[in-house]
């Protein structure tokens, strides 16, 4: 059985429709990673499988006992509220220190627990979200843009340790991101959305999907145009290969 | 030792500083003093019903001050921005309070009683109720509190460990409730936010952690409570309005000492 298993899911806030007949399996050990533009319904999607966004029709199943560990988009602590990295790691779980500082090694940042988490960097910060995530071995791992803040090497970096984390744990990852660049080397298989699953399927065939051009490829420019070239050589490649 | 009204009154002070030290720290995460604000001035209307059906302030502030504040959670996200709709239901709250007192006819309450507290005139039931109601806000957040503290971090979170923030939030709407209805015969209405606020603003610099901030809270709200009332004693000023002077003091100094030690360092 899959992780999680979405059917026909549409979201709607008021009369307006952000998530149209969304279907989606996540199967374990897996990363998947879902783009689109602003307002496609990346987040709705995501909230309507943690249960915070009820669905106006379908089905959201999770497999039972499921442990899902969240990292969520932004995370505001406010100035007011006082909290060390030993303490926030444990808000959910009660846990010894050693677990904490497991946890922070396999995100990358072991020597932050007694750190005040005003005072940590965006990298960090980030980091420490993730290490909290993976705090009670979670059999699945969801982002929200997690890399928001962070500049394009650290985006890299963060999203190499998620792989490093897949690859150690066996956990299976959702996330979304904007960061199409450096993000889809690191999944397994993609999803396109725009309100609908536009397209789907490995980074390379979503890459070259015209529904995926058409949102993403005409005038951005830049990076993008260096990334597709990247990954139409990657495709044609990966083509040759197969031949 | 209860037949002495200063006893008394610094028990009753004491009562509501602990209940008003945790509450008042998700007040101050959650950026809810202005709601803490609404709520209190809400209570007038509920003295006002009390007094027409000749019961008990308590339940009636109870009931107004539990209204308010689920009117508030409900309307917020509807189209006004958060301050506006306080400012409004806030102001008409209170407005609607004077108004409605001064219709009693037969029965001269003394307003200002209500308006800045009474506590030297606090009663053994009404140490009773008090305290009663401070135990009861202190178990309800205790018994929430990783929740609450989870659901004030992100909202996303909470949900993803199996929490309902909502739910969270009644809990923190029914805790202002009640710490308005036992508070109002200690610091009356118009300076019961200053309790919620000003110990748990002053512990800030103090912690490292939420827990150690609501315990400096708590420890700040009763010395001021103790101070200010000795203070009142001595001075012959009102009771209410000097503990939140003390408090307020202790604020101002607590901050000059972080930031020289800060600026030392």
Redesign the interface.
């Known amino acids: 059985m899959s992780l999680i298993s979405v059917n026909n899911l549409s979201v709607a806030y008021g009369a307006n429709t952000v998530l149209r007949n969304v279907g989606l399996e996540l199967e374990p050990g897996e990363i998947v990673t879902i783009v689109g533009p602003n307002g496609s319904g990346k987040t709705s999607l995501l909230r309507a499988i943690i249960g915070a966004t009820a669905p106006a029709s379908g089905v959201v199943s999770l497999k039972p006992g499921l442990k899902i560990g969240y990292v969520p988009q932004r995370l505001h602590i406010d100035q007011t509220l006082p909290i060390t990295v030993e303490r926030f790691m444990r808000l959910t779980e009660r846990v010894k220190a050693a677990v904490c500082t497991d946890a922070l090694r396999a995100a990358g940042v072991p020597d932050l627990l007694k750190r005040q988490m005003s005072q940590l960097s965006g990298g960090q910060f980030q980091r420490v979200l993730l290490a909290r995530a993976l705090i009670n071995r979670p059999d699945v791992l969801l982002l929200d843009e997690a890399t928001q803040g962070l500049d394009q090497p650290g985006s890299a970096a963060f999203y190499q340790q998620i792989e490093e984390v897949r690859n150690a744990t066996g956990c299976a990852v959702l996330m979304i991101s904007h960061d199409l660049h450096v993000v889809m080397s690191a999944s397994d298989r993609v999803i396109c959305l725009n309100g609908h699953v536009c397209c789907e399927g490995t980074p390379a065939v979503v890459a070259s999907a015209p529904e995926y051009r058409a949102l993403f490829g005409a005038g951005t420019g830049g990076a993008l145009a260096l990334y597709r070239h990247e990954h139409d050589h990657d495709h044609t490649h990966h083509n040759e290969a197969a031949e | 030792m209860f037949d002495d009204f200063m006893t008394r009154a610094t028990l009753a002070g004491i009562g509501v500083a602990f209940a008003a030290a945790p509450l008042g720290c998700f007040v ?4 809810m003093a202005y709601f803490g604000d609404a709520t209190a001035h809400a209570a007038i209307l509920g003295v006002a019903l009390s007094l027409t059906f000749e019961m008990s302030i308590f339940p009636g502030v109870l009931a107004v001050a539990l209204i308010m504040a689920l009117t508030v959670t409900f309307l917020t996200g509807r189209g006004y921005a958060m301050d506006t709709l306080l400012g409004v239901l806030a102001h008409s709250a209170l407005a609607f309070g004077l108004v409605a007192v001064s219709f009693l006819s037969g029965v001269r309450i003394d307003l200002m009683a209500y308006l800045f507290g009474d506590i030297l005139a606090v009663s053994r039931t009404d140490l009773v109720v008090i305290w009663g109601g401070a135990v009861l806000v202190v178990g309800l957040i205790l018994w929430r509190w ?1 929740a609450l ?2 659901s ?6 909470a ?3 199996g ?1 309902n923030p909502k739910r969270e939030q009644l809990v923190l709407t029914l805790a202002l409730a009640i710490t308005v209805a036992v508070a109002i015969k200690v610091v009356g209405v118009l300076l019961i936010a200053a309790m919620l606020i000003i110990p ?2 002053a512990a ?1 610099g103090l ?7 609501a315990l400096i809270a708590a420890a700040i709200g009763a010395l001021s409570a103790f101070a200010g009332l000795q203070g009142a004693y001595l001075f012959d000023t009102p009771a209410g309005p000097s503990i939140v002077c003390v408090a307020a003091v202790l604020f101002v100094g607590l901050n000059l000492i972080g930031w020289q030690s800060r600026r030392g360092a």
């Not at chain 2, 101050?28 to 950026?31: K, L």
């Not at chain 2, 004030?152 to 979170?157: H, R």
């Not at chain 2, 912690?207 to 901030?213: L, Q, V």
């Open positions: 101050v995460w959650r950026r990783a503290l989870t004030t971090l992100n909202e996303e979170l949900y993803a460990s929490l748990a603003a800030r912690a490292r952690t939420p827990e150690a901030m």
